[in-house]
């Protein structure tokens, strides 16, 4: 059983935008406040919807989803990273990636 977005929000403290899925739509959400909801053929699109917000808002990228941009940054769009920008986390990711290929 899928458990309502709106209920849940209100149960939980999240910190930063979440996408939220309940079985029939999405949701994105900002700590205890629904933002967008959107049908559930484009939940491909939820991880874009996120990074969006966060720019817009001037929000801060959880670490995890940090390191995946500046991956996608260098290895797909093979643009240049500063080395003032990479990080342990980024470093470790590019060895692990540079490792599985």
């Known amino acids: 059983p899928t458990e309502d977005p709106a209920m849940y929000l209100q149960k939980r403290s ?3 935008p979440v996408l939220l899925f309940d079985g029939s739509s ?3 959400a900002l700590e205890t406040t629904p933002i967008t909801t959107f049908a559930k053929e484009d939940l491909g699109q939820g991880l874009l919807y996120l990074m969006a917000y966060c720019y817009t808002l001037h929000l801060t990228y959880p670490k995890c989803v940090a390191t995946l941009l500046s991956v996608i940054q260098t290895e797909v769009l093979k643009d240049n990273i500063h ?6 986390s980024y470093k470790k990711a590019m060895a692990e990636w540079k490792s599985f290929c």
């Open 14 to 16: 999240l910190l930063g």
């Open 26 to 28: 999405c949701l994105v």
């Open 83 to 88: 080395e003032q920008d990479t990080t342990g």
